[in-house]
T-cell receptor, first 116, second 115 residues
């Protein structure tokens, strides 16, 4: 299994440009999330999905869109990039627990985005 | 509001000594609790989690964590630190009662193990 893959690894955008960060997992996990990591702020949840066709907002959703048309893919779209969106973005997935409880998240390697 | 605090930005410990990385949380009800580790230029890796039961949870690479409900803490520990343990450590919580999938992460603690 490749696990969770993210593309691109690095990206530089100009203010106002749009782009899509790709995330894919081959573990048939129902749950997927997008986080951004900023110095001194830890990871903050942008959007998440509990299954194909179902998405919801996290802590910092403004300026980002997501969709989940398949179990495997969960792209993150930046509509009009701003310097405040300069960050490292991580995608994560986890399986639905079979019984009561919770399963851990599996993280991708990240995308480092710079907006000038 | 729910929150997670990791009060130390950095912890230095000599190789072979015990280490503790602190985490406290403020979440209504009984949360799920996690520790993750991040090595340079990598994604986060799962170390351990607390769901219920024994307050001492054992995880990967010899790490363990102690859940203390009265102090709302979930400190990460290891009896004997290795230089290879040097990394960024994150505590995370998820409210089990809300029915959502929202995780809250702490700001991270950089562990430096000195040879």
């Amino acid at each position: 299994n490749a696990g969770v893959t993210q593309t691109p690894k690095f990206q530089v955008l100009k203010t106002g440009q749009s782009m899509t960060l790709q995330c894919a997992q081959d573990m048939n996990h129902e749950y997927m999330s997008w986080y951004r990591q900023d110095p001194g702020m830890g990871l903050r949840l942008i959007h998440y999905s509990v299954g194909a066709g179902i998405t919801d907002q996290g802590e910092v959703p403004n300026g980002y869109n997501v969709s989940r048309s398949t179990t495997e893919d969960f792209p993150l779209r930046l509509l009009s990039a701003a310097p405040s969106q300069t960050s490292v973005y991580f995608c994560a997935s986890s399986p639905r627990p079979q019984l009561a409880g919770v399963r851990e998240q599996y993280f991708g390697p990240g995308t480092r985005l710079t907006v000038t | 509001a729910q929150s997670v605090a990791q009060p130390e930005d950095q912890v230095n410990v000599a190789e072979g000594n015990p280490l503790t990385v602190k985490c406290t949380y403020s979440v209504s009800g009984n949360p799920y609790l996690f520790w993750y580790v991040q090595y340079p230029n990598r994604g986060l890796q799962f170390l351990l989690k607390y769901i219920t039961g024994d307050n001492l949870v054992k995880g990967s690479y010899g790490f363990e964590a102690e859940f203390n409900k009265s102090q709302t803490s979930f400190h990460l520990k290891k009896p004997s630190a290795l230089v290879s343990d040097s990394a960024l450590y994150f505590c995370a919580v998820r409210d089990r009662g809300s029915g959502t999938y929202k995780y809250i992460f702490g700001t991270g603690t950089r562990l430096k193990v000195l040879a």
